[in-house]
């Protein structure tokens, strides 16, 4: 890999959770009688910013509370999250990037110190260098945090890939000036992504690059 530096997405890249977070907007949605998501459907509309994603699948936030509806989703994924689990092959992928002497980061739409605490959880967070995510609840997107992050480290952007799993990674690796891979297991359908760039079908992709 003839990168420096390779900066993580978490939901859906590094953290295998796609399931639960169909599981957590279908229990949503039935508390409102609203039809239910499958999995192919939640991968072919979800985007960020969220909110019009969760207007798109029913939810008016000129009735319903748009700081009320971020919260069911977090309190419902998080009593859902005990069974997620990483990213399959993941572990072996950041070792190996690790040996090459590429620096790792994560950077997060997901609250900060509950991404923190996931890192520990599945005891990677020793794999990177820094670790971003965001201030609050909402899922508004990463841009922001991603130009912090690029005062906070030692990050080039021409030395540097971002690998994540949606459209909104692509844009924020433009944004701030990064290559990116979209990886395929994620939060949005293959079909989606190869509109958009290189998709990686395996994590282990990544290693074999020159």
Known sequence: MRYKNVVWDWNGTLLDDVKISVDTINV???????????????????????????ESIGFDFSQD????????????????????????GIIPVL????????????LSALKED????MLERFGIREYFEGVCGSNNIYADGKVAR?????????IVPGETVMVGDTLHDAEVAETLGFDFRLYAGGHNSTERLAEKGIVLQRMEQLLSED
């Open 28 to 54: 949503m949605l039935e508390r409102k009688h609203l039809g239910k998501l499958t999995v192919e459907e939640y991968r072919s509309i979800f985007g960020f910013p969220v909110k019009p994603y969760y």
């Open 65 to 88: 509370d748009w700081e009320e509806v971020s919260r069911d989703f977090v309190n419902i994924y998080n009593d859902l999250a005990e069974k997620v689990e990483l990213t399959p």
């Open 95 to 106: 070792e190996g990037i690790k040996r090459k002497g590429i620096r790792q980061y994560v």
């Open 114 to 117: 509950l991404l923190i605490g």
């Open 146 to 154: 991603g130009m912090e992050m690029l005062q906070m480290f030692p």
